[in-house]
């Protein structure tokens, strides 16, 4: 987190920090009040949480069939602060599941709690909270398509720099997809994958100079070609370029691997 902080550009601010019931630390907390920043964490349940939820002392405020919000303060054992925690109750039914976690002292009921240092309504806190980032999936893709997490070097510094990398490819797929195939909406690397870049190709001679040679047919040359054409359309560099020394000669039949990128 301090990491990430000192690498904030300057003039940015951070409106609100979200994160699950692992961030529930006295530590962390204790960080972001020092810095003056807002959040909303997932509380644990713990014996004294549970024991006030089951009391009588929150004041409980239905905002829809079945919700109900409410707050309170507490000091959590090992805490040095009284926090503010907000709490949406659901009525559980039996033909919709109902989120959160059950009590068994009291029945019907689910519950979702969080520690927040805002002083908004609870149902606004709630809302704010579920509009966080979907930083799970992007993981998940992370892992799973661009495998982040099938390789360990001796080195840590050689395992940072590989991961890096593989954050920055990520980056650039994001880049793409905004500039170019924006209108498909987000797509994994995976269907990306199948989708836009992979295409029959032949490997070849023309001459004595050696070519790549894209399939006129089931999504190759036209495909790729249209994208390609879209991409050059953007004005604004992702990144400085170095100068060339002479302008590329686009011949779409016969691509030189390496003469052109997407």
């Not at 559980?92 to 002083?119: M, Q």
Request: with cysteine; net charge positive; glycine share 8%.
């Amino acid at each position: 987190m301090t990491e990430a902080l000192a690498q904030l550009p300057a003039g940015w601010r951070i409106r609100t920090v979200r994160a699950d019931s692992g961030f529930f630390d006295q530590a962390l907390l204790a960080f972001l009040e020092q810095r003056g920043l807002p959040y909303i964490i997932v509380a644990r349940m713990t014996t004294q949480i549970k024991a006030r939820l089951g009391g009588s002392t929150i004041c409980w405020r239905e905002i829809a069939p079945g919700y109900a919000v409410g707050s309170f303060a507490a000091k959590l054992h090992g805490w040095a602060d009284t926090r503010r925690f907000i709490v949406v109750r659901e009525t559980v039914r039996e033909d919709k599941d109902s989120v959160g976690r059950r009590l068994l002292d009291v029945p019907g009921y689910t519950f979702r709690i969080w520690v927040t240092n805002r002083t908004e309504a609870p149902e606004e806190l709630w809302r704010d909270y579920n509009q966080r980032a979907t930083i799970e999936q992007r993981i998940e893709e992370l892992k799973n398509d661009l495998h982040v997490g099938g390789f360990c070097a001796k080195a840590f510094y050689t395992t940072e720099a590989a991961f890096l990398s593989t954050l920055l490819a990520y980056n650039l797929l994001a880049v793409y997809q905004a500039r170019v195939t924006a209108e498909e909406g987000w797509r994994k690397p995976s269907t990306l994958r199948a989708a836009v870049f992979v295409c029959g190709a032949l490997l070849g001679r023309a001459g004595r100079k050696l070519v790549l040679r894209f399939s006129q047919n089931g999504g190759g040359l036209a495909k790729h070609r249209a994208l390609i054409d879209k991409a050059k359309e953007v004005k604004t560099a992702i990144a400085p370029l170095l100068p060339r020394a002479r302008r590329p000669q686009v011949d779409w039949d016969t691509l030189s691997p390496g003469g052109a990128g997407i």
